[in-house]
C-alpha cells in the first residue's frame, strides 16, 4: 500500500504536528502493526508536501485495511486532521468509506506476479498501462522481495521471534 | 442489549426455520417489469398469508401450521431493475455493487468455479435480480407458492422464459441431518444475544446481532459497518453470499481411502481430520480417536475450544472448521477471531451418492448454501480469501487452501495432519472436492425496506419540513 496524501498545508508547523502526533501514538501505532499480524514494512514519510504511508503486507488491500482498523481502530484520526480532503472520522465508523478513500490514495501498482494478470488479455496490457498511468499520477514500478512468497508470520515463525 | 424489531427482520436471517422445512427451492428471478414486480413485492409484506408473504423472524419460530416459509434477496442489478436510483444504489459497499461474479478471482472461484460455467442462470447478473427461497415441509408446499411468486401480476412481473429454479432438499431419515460427504451439518451457527437462549454452553457464547444486521454494534469493538441510504431501506437488512457448491463424492470417497492407507489409519479418522469433526458431528477437539467419537454423549456439542491444542495434535491447524471458526487458537491478525463469523443456512440438492453406482453416478449434487453476514468484504470475502483459501491465520498452513471446501490443485495440494497415534502424515495429491456452480451477492431487505421499495420510498424523502422561523413560544400565564 502506497497513501501518498497531500498535506493541506504543507508548513514546517504542519509537519512538526504531524511528527509530534505520530511520536505520542509510536506505542500504539507500532502495537497495533504487530497485531495485525501480516505487515512485514510500515513506513511514515513526508514526501513534497504529501504525507506518506508506505507497507507491504500478506493478502489483499481490503482485508488488510479491515484488520487494521479493527486492531489499530481510531489510532491514526489525529494524522488524519492535517491533510487535504481527510477520510470520514473516525474510522471505525467509516468503514466502507475509509477503504474507498484508501483505493483513492494508493499509489497505481503494476501487476507484481504472472497471476495478476488472470482473465486478462495480455495484448491490451500496454494500453491498459497507459489509461492507468494517466489516471493515477502516483505508481508503484516494482518491488524487489529478499523472500518472495513467505508470509510475515512465517518469517517470524521460522526465526522463533513469535508470531 | 439491543433491541430488534423482530417482525421487521427476514426470518432466514437470525434464525434457522428447522429440519421439518426438509425441501428449499431458490427461485432465480429477473425483473420483466419494474412497476409490476414493485407491486409483486409489495404483495408479500401484506402481513396476511393468503399469498406469498415474506416470513419475518416473529413468525420464523415454526408456526406448528406453516407449510412454507419465504425470503427475498435482492442482487445490485435487480436493486436498480426495481427503479432504486444511482444516487441510492452507490450507498451499497462496493463488493455488493460489484457482485460475486466480479469477485469471482478473489474468491477462487476460477478455472471449473469460474462464472462461466455456473448454472440457473447464475451466470448472467442481468438475468438474476431476485432470488427467492421458499422452504416447505413438502415439494407440494413449494410448487404451490412458487407458482404464485412467478405468476405475480398477472404473469407479467418476472420474466417466465428465463426463470430458474435451484431445488434442494434434506436427505430422507435417517440421515436428515448429513450433508453429501456424510458429515452432520450445521452443528455450530452464530447464535446472537437477545435473540436466544444464553443458558446452554454446549451452543457456544452469543454473538451480537451486528454480526448478521445492519445498523447495530458489529463484533469489532469501535467499528460501525456502512448502512445503505436511507435507513428505511438499509436498516435490519443483511447481506448473503448464495452459494452453489458442488460436491465430488466419489473423489472425496476415494481420497479418504489413499490417505488413510498411506497413513495406517482408517478412512474414518482422515473424514475428521480434513474436517475437524468426525462424520456423527464429534469434535477431534473432545473426540480424538474413532471409539471416543462414537462413545461422546453429546456430539455435536459447541463447547470446546483450540487453545489446549496449539499445534493441532487432536484437530489439524488446516482442517475446516478451525480455519472457519478459529475460536481461542492464537491466529496472526490477532483480535480478529470472531470478526469473520457468519451465518451458514444450507441444504443439500441430488441424491445422495451411491458407493454401488461407482464411476457412472456423476449426477450433479452439492449444497445450496446461504452465507449471510452485514459485511460481505469484512466476513465471507476475508474468511474466503485469506483463512479458508491462502491459510494467512496461521504461518504453519500458509500457501495451502481448506482441505474440503478450497480451491486446491491436485497437482499442488497436500494435507497435513497428525494421526491419533502420534505419527505426521502428508498426503499429497489433494484434489478440489467442491467447485462453485453458481452464486450472487444478494441484499435480504427487512420488511420495511421491501415496502419502500414496493412503494417507491425514493420519491418522497423524508426532508424534515423547512423551518423559517425560529418556533414561537407560548407566553406562559
Known amino acids: 500500500m502506497n497513501l501518498i496524501i497531500p498535506l493541506r498545508r504543507p508548513s514546517i508547523v504542519t509537519r512538526s504536528q504531524i511528527t509530534r502526533a505520530l511520536v505520542q501514538s509510536t506505542d500504539e501505532v507500532l502495537a497495533g502493526l504487530n497485531n495485525v499480524g501480516t505487515v512485514h514494512f510500515a513506513r511514515f514519510d513526508i514526501v513534497a508536501g504529501n504525507l506518506c504511508m508506505f507497507s507491504i503486507y500478506d493478502g489483499d488491500l481490503s482485508s488488510y485495511v479491515r484488520d487494521f482498523i479493527a486492531t489499530i481502530g481510531n489510532a491514526f484520526d489525529g494524522m488524519f486532521t492535517w491533510v487535504r480532503d481527510p477520510p470520514p472520522l473516525p474510522v471505525g465508523s467509516h468503514v466502507e468509506e475509509f477503504i474507498a478513500w484508501v483505493q483513492a490514495h494508493d499509489a497505481f501498482q503494476m501487476p507484481e506476479q504472472p497471476t495478476d494478470l488472470i482473465s486478462r488479455d495480455l495484448s491490451t496490457l500496454p494500453r491498459d498501462t497507459m489509461v492507468a498511468l494517466h489516471r493515477h499520477p502516483n505508481a508503484q514500478l516494482g518491488v524487489y522481495r529478499a523472500y518472495p512468497g513467505f508470509s510475515a508470520a512465517q518469517i517470524r515463525h521460522h526465526l522463533s521471534v513469535g508470531w | 442489549m439491543t433491541e430488534v424489531d423482530l417482525a421487521d427482520v427476514q426470518g432466514n436471517i437470525l434464525h434457522s426455520y428447522g429440519r421439518s422445512f426438509r425441501c428449499v427451492r431458490h427461485l432465480v428471478l429477473r425483473v420483466a417489469d419494474p412497476a409490476r414486480a414493485r407491486a409483486a413485492l409489495g404483495e408479500m409484506v401484506t402481513g396476511e398469508r393468503s399469498g406469498p408473504e415474506v416470513t419475518s423472524a416473529e413468525l420464523a419460530p415454526r408456526h406448528a401450521d406453516f407449510g412454507w416459509c419465504l425470503n427475498v434477496g435482492i442482487t445490485y442489478r435487480g436493486l436498480a431493475a426495481l427503479g432504486v436510483p444511482a444516487s441510492t444504489l452507490s450507498t451499497f459497499p462496493a463488493e455488493f455493487r460489484a457482485g460475486m461474479i466480479a469477485r469471482a478471482p478473489w474468491l477462487g472461484d476460477v478455472g471449473p468455479s469460474a462464472p462461466e460455467h455456473w448454472v440457473g442462470g447464475l451466470d448472467d447478473p442481468d438475468r438474476a435480480h431476485l432470488i427467492v427461497t421458499i422452504h416447505g415441509h413438502s415439494t407440494d408446499n413449494i410448487e404451490a407458492i412458487s407458482e404464485a411468486v ?249 500457501g495451502t487452501n481448506d482441505p474440503l471446501v478450497g480451491a486446491n490443485e491436485a497437482s499442488a495440494a497436500s494435507f497435513a495432519w497428525s494421526t491419533s497415534t502420534g505419527d505426521e502424515v502428508l498426503a499429497d495429491r489433494l484434489p478440489s472436492f467442491v467447485t462453485t456452480a453458481g452464486g450472487a451477492y444478494c441484499f435480504l431487505p427487512s420488511l420495511t425496506a421491501i415496502r419502500w421499495i414496493a412503494s417507491e420510498g425514493w420519491r418522497d424523502r423524508d426532508k424534515p419540513p423547512r423551518r423559517r422561523f425560529p418556533a414561537l413560544r407560548r407566553a406562559g400565564p
Open chain 2, 150 to 398: 412467478v405468476g405475480a401480476q398477472g404473469g407479467s412481473a418476472f420474466d417466465h422464459e428465463r426463470c430458474e429454479e435451484l431445488d434442494g432438499a434434506f436427505f430422507a431419515e435417517p440421515h436428515e441431518d448429513q450433508v453429501h460427504f456424510g458429515y452432520r451439518d450445521g452443528l455450530s451457527n452464530v447464535r446472537f444475544a437477545g435473540i436466544h437462549e444464553a443458558s446452554d454452553p454446549s451452543q457456544g457464547a452469543l454473538a451480537p446481532i451486528g454480526t448478521v444486521l445492519l445498523g447495530h454494534p458489529s463484533p469489532i469493538p469501535h467499528v460501525m459497518w456502512g448502512v445503505p441510504r436511507p435507513s428505511a431501506l438499509g436498516g435490519n437488512g443483511s447481506f448473503n453470499a448464495f452459494r452453489v457448491l458442488r460436491q465430488d463424492v466419489r473423489a472425496f470417497e476415494a481420497f479418504l481411502v489413499r490417505a488413510a492407507a498411506l497413513a495406517g489409519c482408517s478412512a474414518e479418522e482422515v473424514a475428521a481430520k480434513l474436517c475437524g469433526r468426525w462424520r456423527n458431528g464429534a469434535p477431534l477437539s473432545l473426540a480424538p480417536t474413532e471409539a471416543e467419537a462414537a462413545a461422546l454423549p453429546d456430539p455435536l456439542t459447541n463447547d470446546f475450544s483450540f487453545s489446549d491444542d496449539p499445534d493441532g495434535a487432536r484437530c489439524p491447524i488446516g482442517s475446516h472448521i478451525r480455519r472457519c471458526n478459529p475460536r481461542d487458537a492464537q491466529i496472526v491478525q490477532r483480535g480478529t477471531n470472531d470478526a469473520r463469523a457468519l451465518v451458514r443456512r444450507g441444504m443439500p440438492y441430488g441424491p445422495p451418492y451411491d458407493p454401488a453406482a461407482g464411476a457412472v453416478d456423476d449426477v450433479p449434487r452439492g449444497l445450496l448454501g446461504n452465507f449471510i453476514c452485514a459485511s460481505l468484504a469484512s466476513q465471507f470475502e476475508a474468511l474466503q480469501l485469506s483463512w479458508l483459501n491462502l491459510g494467512l491465520q496461521d504461518p504453519r498452513i500458509t
